[in-house]
Nanobody
Framework: QVQLVESGGGLVQAGGSLRLSCAAS????????MGWYRQAPGKQRELVAV???????NYADSVKCRFTNSRDNAKNTVYLQMNSLKPEDTAVYYC?????????????WGQGTQVTVSS
């Protein structure tokens, strides 16, 4: 089991920045994929960014060049640096940890943190 706690959300004006953190209850060294997802009101949850245990990253087209995903295994924490925020980035942001064991995928989710970008 892995508990995930997000923090760092809040209200920011368009063009501003926020850094989200996702703290895990145990070592993330062996977690295969750590990801950020978001869900806006009335919309489905969507992928924002993922980072592998080898530090490979992938981003949704809508956030490329604005968001940076990183992980600090020593602190059991994953970060999402969000720059040049837009009103359409407003959503609840969730952290996800995916661990592959014996061919099975175990997924863990945080409770989410609200990001609101005003125009």
């Amino acid at each position: 089991q892995v508990q995930l706690v997000e923090s760092g959300g809040g209200l920011v004006q368009a063009g501003g920045s926020l850094r989200l953190s996702c703290a895990a209850s145990r070592s993330i060294f062996s977690i295969n994929i750590m990801g950020w997802y978001r869900q806006a009101p009335g919309k489905q949850r969507e992928l924002v960014a993922v980072i592998s245990s080898g530090d490979s990253t992938n981003y949704a087209d809508s956030v490329k060049c604005r968001f940076t995903n990183s992980r600090d295994n020593a602190k059991n924490t994953v970060y999402l640096q969000m720059n040049s925020l837009k009103p359409e980035d407003t959503a609840v942001y969730y952290c996800r940890a995916s661990k592959v064991v014996g061919g099975l995928v175990y997924d863990y989710w945080g409770q989410g943190t609200q990001v609101t970008v005003s125009s």
